[in-house]
């Protein structure tokens, strides 16, 4: 199930994260959102992960991508 697959992604960068293994918590964010660009969870998520790092350029940026989301509809913003 896709759903599934997209939680596992975010689930694995989170505990990357977690570990401070940077590079493989980065790559589990930009998979999900590669695969899922409409789900703004994702993005909130990689923005947070870029903000305590302290890379705040990036972070603004996936905030940015998190409200654009937010005005489009919830059916759109859903991991397909």
């Known amino acids: 199930d896709h759903l599934d697959f997209y939680d596992i992604l975010l689930a694995r960068a989170e505990n990357f994260h977690r570990l401070n293994l940077a590079a493989n918590a980065l790559e589990n964010y930009q998979e999900a959102i590669r695969l899922f660009p409409n789900n703004l969870q994702a993005y909130e998520k990689r923005g947070y992960f870029y903000q305590v790092r302290g890379d705040n350029a990036k972070a ?18 859903a991991a397909s």
């Open 60 to 77: 603004q940026a996936d905030y940015a991508k998190v409200n654009e989301l937010k005005k489009q509809p919830a059916q759109q913003n």
